[in-house]
């Protein structure tokens, strides 16, 4: 073999397609989260790489990389304008992508940019009042914010228009408020809720099931209303949904992945069996519940659909929002 022929076969990409046949198991598996180590994208990240390799799915450990920037923009970008055909590379995505997508804070790429790949796993939005608060139910929390709507300050951990702001402004619209108008503190996640909780500084708190779990059981906090279809296990067990208790809220905060657009057919059906194959396992219900997620799986076309359904529904609720 010639050393003409032989460059010519490598700028085709000859041997990469020999090393990495279409539909095979990816060659060099990596995961992108698309902020700091130590965020939800890492533990996004983790729960693929851990779970697909102890459950023997993949034959080699995958790759976390980071790549921080616009909480996922810059990696959203990165992927479609560099390694769109790339299919050893699955992104960490959540919800919150979708919220972000959907007020057009990602650039000029819309959510039909990459192929979605699956959720492994969800959390939930709650509000959450301090342990000596008069609200014991969520209609009370409705009822006394209607009544004197500028009494009442609501925490998040996010800026104005990120998914804890949006968990308020649906309470503030169920009591018939403008959401633009919510007294709402912005803070830097959620123990410092607890913390402005537990202080008085705030009468009520949105954030999530996971994080907010044990201190409800340990008498801290008191968590009204889980933003679920159905009541949560373990340690919420007792606390009913929001629709239970009359009033039409739901915000389940996904953790997924997409790959690039560009991405063969056959690759993606490769990642899309992958994952169908690991809900199942022990390894993946272990490494979910150590990250304090609960069920919640959606594979494929079923989950491209849901992202672009949250798309529509995110820019319907930003719009009533005044955002």
């Not at 598996?29 to 983790?46: H, N, Q, S, V």
């Not at 889980?226 to 919420?236: I, N, S």
């Not at 997620?293 to 930003?318: P, W």
Request: proline share 4%; with cysteine; glycine share 12%.
């Amino acid at each position: 073999m010639t050393r003409t022929f032989v460059k010519t076969l490598l700028a085709a990409g000859f041997f990469a397609a020999v090393a990495s046949p279409a539909g095979a198991e990816p060659s060099k598996p990596e995961c992108l989260a698309g902020a700091k180590p130590g965020g939800g994208f890492d533990l996004t990240c983790r729960l693929a790489a851990n779970a697909l390799l102890e459950a023997k799915i993949i034959g080699k450990p995958m790759a976390v990389t980071y790549m921080e920037g616009g909480v996922g923009a810059v990696a959203y970008n990165h992927v479609i304008g560099k390694r769109g055909a790339d299919s050893n590379l699955i992104t960490a995505a959540s919800s919150g992508s979708a919220l972000l997508i959907a007020q057009g804070k990602f650039g000029q790429y819309d959510e039909t940019a990459v192929r979605w790949l699956g959720a492994l796993g969800a959390d939930y939005g709650v509000l959450v009042v301090a342990a000596d608060s008069p609200y014991k139910s969520l209609g009370e929390l409705i009822a006394a914010y209607k009544a004197s709507p500028t009494d009442f300050s609501v925490a998040g951990g996010g800026a104005v228009g990120s998914q804890d702001w949006m968990k308020g402004s649906l309470l503030a619209k169920a009591a018939g408020q403008e959401p633009k108008q919510m007294r709402y503190v912005a803070l830097e996640g959620g123990g410092a809720v607890l913390t402005a909780l537990e202080g008085g500084h705030v009468k009520v708190g949105a954030g999530d099931a996971a994080e907010m779990s044990k201190h409800h059981a340990a008498g801290k906090v008191r968590v009204l209303a889980v933003m679920a279809p159905d009541r949560l296990p373990g340690e919420l067990a007792e606390v009913p949904t929001a629709r239970e208790q009359g009033v039409d809220i739901e915000w389940p905060v996904w953790r997924g992945y997409y790959v690039g657009k560009d991405v063969s057919d056959a690759d993606y059906k490769w990642w899309a069996d992958a994952f169908t194959k690991l809900a199942a396992t022990p390894e993946f219900v272990k490494e979910r519940e150590a990250r304090g997620l609960y069920e919640y799986t959606q594979v494929g076309d079923a989950f491209d659909q849901q992202v672009k359904a949250d798309v529509a529904r995110f820019k319907i609720i930003a719009k009533e929002a005044g955002m």
